[in-house]
C-alpha cells in the first residue's frame, strides 16, 4: 500500500471537489489518522480512529481549515492519538477538561466576586447595597487596576490585596481606599462562610481569609473630613460634561444637582412611582435613605427644572416601561453601569476649554453636596433648612415637620443662581454678589 503524501497548507487550499463528488478524504502522510475531510462548504481535519470500548472506527472533529491550521490539526491529532494509546477517549477527557476548567472559574477571585455582589441586596442591612457593588466592581473587577482577577481565590495573598488598597490611596483618594478595604474584608469573610468556603476551593480556616488580620490602622488609613467642592469654572464645567452626554448618564448627573446634591444611589434608583409631579415632590422610601431605618423617608422638593427633565425622560421612554426611572432593562431594574472615571475626564476636558493649561485638582460625585450646601449658605437660606435639602437630619428630634415650603423655596433660589452661574451672568452663590439683582 503506498504511503500517503504528507499534508501542507498550499495542497489543501487547492483540494476541489468535482462536480460529481459530494465529500473527499486525504490522510497526512506525517501523523497517523489525520484526515482533511473535504466537502462543498467546507474543510475539516478529523482523526479517523477507533475510541476504547467501540466496534466501528470514529471520526472526531478537529478543527476547519483554514480558523485551524494544519500545524495545529497535527499538535491535537498526535494528543489525542498518546490518549488513545492510554486508553483514553479524547472526547470524555474534553468533557472532564471543561468540568475542571468550570470548577477553577467558579473558584476565581472573579466570579466570587460577581456572587458576593448578587447577593448583596439580601443583607440584612443593605441600604447602600447599590454602591457598594458599585465600588466592588471599579476597585476589584476592573482588569486595569486589578492584575490578579482571575486568580484562583485561595491564592490571593495578603501583599496583593494590601498593594491594591495602596494604589487606590495613591490617586489621592485614601477615603476611598478606607471604604475598598472594609468592602474586601466583608467579602472574604462572606466567602469563608460554613455553607461555601469548599465551593470555591477555600480550606475554611483562618488561612481562607487573607486580610482577616488586616486593620485600617495597620495600614495608615483614617477617614478623614473632606473639604473638596467645586469653584464657578469647575461647576460649569460639569453641567457642559453631562449635557454632553446621553441618557441614562447625562440626565442623572444633572438631576444630582437640580434635586439638591442627592446621593448617587438615591438617584439611580429613583423610580416613577415615586414622583408626584402634582405635588412637585419626591419620596424617598427610607429603605434607600442613609440611616432611613431611625430617619424615615425623605422628602425632595422638585423645581420647575427637574421636572421639566423628567418629563423628558419620560417622553423618552417607550410604553411598556417599568418603574426605574434610569435602566437599561426597560425600567425593570435602575442602572448602576455610571463609569465615573469617564465622565470625570469629560468633565476635565471642559475645564481645560474654560481654563487653558490649567488641572482639576481630584473630587467625586459626592463633592456635589458640599457645593449645594455651601451655596445655601452662602444666599442666606437657614441652617436647618440646608441641611435637610441635602438629607441631613437630626436622628432624635421632637420637631417632625419636613419644611417643605421652605426647601422649596430654598431650591428655587440655588437654581435660579445655579443657573445664572453655570450661564456665565453670575459670578458665584454669594448673596452680596454685586452680580446678583436680588
Not at 489518522?33 to 466501528?56: A, H, S, T, Y
Not at 480558523?67 to 499538535?75: H, M, N, P, V
Not at 466583608?186 to 488580620?213: E, H, M, S
Request: with cysteine; hydrophobic share 35%.
Amino acid at each position: 500500500m503506498t504511503r500517503a503524501r504528507a499534508l501542507d497548507t498550499e495542497r489543501i487550499e487547492k483540494f476541489r471537489l468535482k462536480k460529481d463528488e459530494t465529500r473527499l478524504e486525504w490522510r497526512d502522510g506525517k501523523t497517523p489518522n489525520l484526515v482533511v475531510r473535504v466537502g462543498r462548504r467546507d474543510k475539516v481535519f478529523i482523526l479517523m480512529v477507533r475510541c476504547p470500548g467501540e466496534r466501528d472506527p470514529t471520526r472526531l472533529k478537529i478543527g476547519t481549515f483554514p480558523e485551524t491550521t494544519l500545524d495545529r490539526a497535527r499538535e491535537v491529532a498526535a494528543e489525542w492519538n498518546g490518549m488513545l494509546e492510554r486508553g483514553l477517549d479524547p472526547r470524555k477527557e474534553a468533557e472532564r477538561r471543561e468540568r475542571e476548567a468550570a470548577v477553577d472559574h467558579r473558584r476565581s477571585f472573579r466570579s466570587a466576586m460577581e456572587d458576593y455582589i448578587a447577593w448583596l441586596p439580601n443583607r440584612t442591612r443593605n441600604c447602600h447595597a447599590a454602591a457598594d457593588a458599585n465600588c466592588l466592581r471599579a476597585e476589584f473587577l476592573h482588569p486595569k487596576r486589578n492584575d490578579w482577577i482571575d486568580k484562583a481565590l485561595a491564592d490571593v495573598t495578603k501583599a496583593e490585596v494590601g498593594m491594591l488598597i495602596d494604589d487606590i490611596r495613591g490617586r489621592g483618594v485614601p477615603g476611598r481606599a478606607l471604604e475598598a478595604l472594609g468592602l474586601i474584608k466583608g467579602f472574604f469573610v462572606w466567602v469563608n462562610g460554613a455553607a461555601r468556603y469548599q465551593g470555591y476551593g477555600l480550606p475554611g480556616n483562618v488561612t481562607g481569609n487573607p486580610v482577616a488580620d488586616v486593620t485600617a490602622e495597620s495600614m495608615q488609613l483614617a477617614r478623614g473630613v473632606r473639604e473638596r467642592t467645586l469653584d464657578v469654572a469647575e461647576l460649569r464645567a460639569y453641567w457642559r460634561a453631562s449635557v454632553a452626554m446621553v441618557y441614562p448618564d447625562g440626565p442623572m448627573y444633572r438631576l444630582v444637582l437640580l434635586t439638591g446634591g442627592r446621593r448617587r444611589d438615591e438617584v439611580e434608583g429613583m423610580r416613577w412611582s415615586e414622583i408626584d409631579i402634582g405635588k412637585r415632590l419626591w419620596t424617598i422610601p427610607k429603605e434607600r435613605v442613609k440611616h432611613g431605618n431611625e430617619l424615615g423617608e425623605l422628602y425632595v422638593v422638585l423645581t420647575d427644572e427637574a421636572i421639566a427633565l423628567l418629563e423628558e425622560l419620560r417622553r423618552g421612554q417607550p410604553e411598556g416601561w417599568g418603574d426605574c426611572i434610569f435602566s437599561v432593562t426597560n425600567g425593570q431594574s435602575p442602572y448602576t453601569g455610571y463609569d465615573m472615571d469617564d465622565f470625570r475626564a469629560r468633565v476635565e476636558e471642559e475645564y481645560r476649554k474654560l481654563r487653558p493649561g490649567s488641572a482639576m485638582d481630584g473630587w467625586w460625585l459626592h463633592d456635589m453636596r458640599r457645593v449645594v450646601r455651601t451655596a445655601m449658605s452662602q444666599l442666606g437660606v437657614p441652617k436647618e433648612i440646608a441641611d435637610y435639602v441635602i438629607g441631613h437630619r437630626k436622628k432624635k428630634d421632637y420637631n417632625q415637620d419636613r419644611f417643605i415650603p421652605q426647601c422649596r423655596k430654598a431650591m428655587r433660589q440655588f437654581t435660579d443662581r445655579l443657573f445664572r452661574v453655570i450661564g456665565g451672568s453670575a459670578a458665584g452663590f454669594q448673596a452680596d454678589d454685586p452680580d446678583n439683582g436680588e
